[in-house]
């Protein structure tokens, strides 16, 4: 099958290619690099079966060859990066998903979108379902990637209802593994950036705000039995396991120095206190769950960021 994947160049969307082409099929990949890198793909590069083609999802895009099937993953996915660009993401999230929709309208392709748990804002129910509609601030800072999630989910089930398009929606929690961006200022990261170079881990808060994290081969894995199935309506793709960012900072000090002090800084704003995903849905419908623990997913990250170059 051709697959088309924006995003491509990015943390998911370098192990998606790798993994559709493990599977067989033939990958074209765009990215505009905002925040992807080449590197993250350059050991595909002399694939037979794999194109990457630099490219703006905002911009129009004609492409001669058909698709079977559309992933659309490009957006800003840090709040460091979305902040700083908040145009590009609401842009990413709109003008991308339908630029991305009409190619999966022209050829009769499947399309997956990937969303995200933001879209469940600062939740007032915990663990978050795909029914709960969300708490979110439309005009908070981080609104710009809340609603461009959400739109992008709202045009996706128009091209659906409308179009007929067979579309996914996976709503992303907390991913993380090698080939994240260093320095994009999400927890994993920037624990390990901070351990790395022995220095004190940064708590913002108390630290008694959860997380849930989600090894990448899981998340992958996810995304590929969702884009197979007939559900329409958003699945919730994470790793129910929770712990603190108390907790989570005392695991990155046993696994890597257990004498690094730990300091804290206040609280940005609209952080969400809670954050753990309900896969009932996704373990009814797809039979996945989350298969790779905490202490391996992170030995392999950090392997990752030793190996990993000066840029
Ligand atoms: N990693 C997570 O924990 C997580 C959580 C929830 C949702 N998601 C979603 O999953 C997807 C992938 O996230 P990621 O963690 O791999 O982030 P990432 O930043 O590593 O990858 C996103 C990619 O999109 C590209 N991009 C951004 N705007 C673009 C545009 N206009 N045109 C073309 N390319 C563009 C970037 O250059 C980057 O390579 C995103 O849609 C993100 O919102 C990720």
Known sequence: MEHLISGAAGFIGSHLCERLLADGHSVLGLDNLITGSRRNLAHLANHSRFRFMEHDVTQPLELAGRFDHVWHLASLASPKEYLGHPIETLESGSTGTRNMLEIA???GARFLVTSTSECYGDPLEHPQVETYWGN????GMRSCYDESKRYAEAMTMAYHRYYGVRSNIARIFNTYGPRMALKDGRVVP??????LQGQPLTIFGDGTQTRSFCYVSDMVDGL???ASSDERMPVNLGNPAELTILEFAER?????????????EPLPDDDPKKRRPDITKARRLLGWEPKVNLEDGLRETVKYFKALAPA
């Open 105 to 107: 309208r022209r050829d």
């Open 224 to 226: 590929v039995r969702l």
């Open 136 to 139: 979110v601030n439309p005009v």
């Open 190 to 195: 920037a624990f390990l950036d901070q351990a």
């Open 252 to 264: 990155i000090r046993g696994l890597m120095n257990e004498k690094l002090p730990i300091v804290f």
